[in-house]
């Protein structure tokens, strides 16, 4: 006989308030599944420490606790900045725990996050990006479209989520823009000009449709860019499509967000506003869903043409 089911442990009031936490972010903030999982994962780390100390509830947390949670995080080899991240957690976890009523305890009420050298993002100069869009690509489908992956990550200042996630119905290239979703869901529109917009235009219209299962038609007929098969391209191809890429060119390690804060750098060197270039990054701290109802779409524009290095390109007659 198969033995009964083993009657689960009930939940601390920590591990409570972990779920109530999480589904707050989720529903409440907004945040996307992957933010929610990313959380989950840092508190669970945190409530393991805790309980290895004996602590189970938010009122017998104190800030020795806490103190001693980064040093144990130092000591595992994480770097300063996983760390602010962690603790960027913590706190927040602690703060709902108050403000919900489940606790009158803020052990991290006073404690200000770890401080992380000042480093800046990998940036490639314009003739490194122009050594790695101008190499020669693949005949075919594949090609066209690994090249307008390039362009568009680097054209519009994309996070490889968004490209991913882009669909054919939120394509408004009549506007030369692209509605894309970022962090939290949060909806964006983003300028697409230049090469990037013509390496888009000629993988819609001479590559994507060849790119289809065998009864001729894509697994997702709703995706911009597909993979050999038909379906969405995942994030894991584009971070190592745009490697392969970019060693074939003598640039190391290339990541998909090196091509977004290269295309930062860019536009401020080139003269873009600043309000204007966090619009068109959908940076948290001012991106909503409101943001174009006081942002007018032909200010971005102008801002994007006038100060993106690729974005006056389309008529001088560069080979494909």
Do not use: W
């Not at 779920?19 to 959380?39: D, K, N, W």
């Not at 957690?89 to 401080?115: C, D, I, S, Y």
């Amino acid at each position: 006989m198969p033995r009964p089911a083993q009657p689960q442990p009930p939940l601390t009031s920590l591990q409570q308030g972990r779920a109530e936490y999480l589904s707050y972010l989720a529903v409440e903030r907004g945040s996307s599944p992957a933010t929610v999982e990313a959380y989950g994962r840092d508190i669970d780390g945190y409530l393991a420490f805790l309980a290895s100390l004996g602590v189970c509830a938010p009122d017998e947390v104190s800030r020795d606790h806490i103190v001693g949670y980064l040093a144990s995080l130092a000591e595992a080899g994480l770097a300063p900045a996983s760390i602010e991240q962690h603790m960027a957690a913590v706190k927040g976890f602690h703060r709902f725990l108050v403000r919900e009523g489940l606790t009158e305890n803020h052990p991290t009420a006073q404690m200000g996050l770890p401080k992380v050298p000042d480093r800046l993002p990998d940036v490639l100069t314009i003739e490194q990006v122009d050594q790695l869009l101008s190499q020669p690509f693949p005949e075919g489908p594949v090609g066209l479209r690994d090249r307008a992956i390039l362009e568009v990550l680097y054209g519009c200042g994309l996070r490889v989520s968004e490209l991913t996630g882009l669909d054919l119905a939120r394509l408004e290239l009549d506007q030369g823009l692209l509605r894309v979703f970022g962090k939290g869901s949060k909806e964006r529109l983003v300028p697409v000009s230049g090469m990037a917009e013509l390496a888009l235009e000629a993988y819609l219209e001479q590559g994507r449709g060849l790119l289809r299962t065998k009864n001729g038609r894509p697994q997702d007929p709703s995706a911009v860019f597909l993979n050999v098969r038909g379906g969405r391209i995942t994030r894991q191809a584009v971070h190592g499509l745009v490697a392969r890429y970019g060693r074939q060119v003598g640039l190391e390690d290339l990541h998909p967000h090196t091509l977004r804060h290269s295309f930062a750098t860019h536009m401020l060197a080139g003269g873009a506003d600043l309000r204007a270039l966090q619009d068109m990054l959908g940076h948290s701290d001012i991106a909503t869903t409101q943001i174009y109802t006081h942002v007018d779409r032909t200010h971005i524009r102008e801002e994007y043409l006038a100060a993106h290095p690729r974005a006056g390109l389309r008529g001088r007659g560069e080979s494909r």
